[in-house]
């Protein structure tokens, strides 16, 4: 049995007892969060899909923990000029355990 949810724009595909790391949540480490925007449910071989959700149907998970990626370095240099800059991003995630998927 899996789902496909809604997380903060992007489309995840999860399953029961899996981890997932996702876009950064708000929430302490321990704290139970659910998704209601369910686009599908496959569940026997049969799917139920949402027109774009699946009214009643829901994703509970935990927050285990938050970490930074590694850092992208974006070097912006134009030719033929003493004009360069350096950039430097770390994205954030979350890392969720699905616990239980209700619905379907």
């Not at 496909?4 to 996702?22: D, H, N, P, W, Y």
């Not at 899909?49 to 134009?78: F, M, N, Q, T």
């Not at 003493?82 to 770390?90: E, V, Y």
């Amino acid at each position: 049995m899996y789902a496909v949810i809604e997380a903060l724009g992007k489309q995840v595909r999860v399953s029961e007892g899996q981890k997932v790391c996702i876009d950064k949540l708000a929430g302490e480490p321990g704290s139970e969060v659910v998704f209601d925007k369910v686009l599908m449910i496959e569940k026997d071989g049969s799917a139920v899909y949402g027109k774009p959700y699946i009214s009643g149907a829901k994703v509970k998970a935990e927050v285990s923990g938050h970490k930074k990626d590694d850092k992208v370095l974006v070097l912006r240099l134009k030719p033929k000029k003493a004009n360069k800059k350096l950039h430097g991003h770390r994205q954030q995630y979350t890392t969720i355990d699905i616990k239980e998927i209700i619905g379907g």
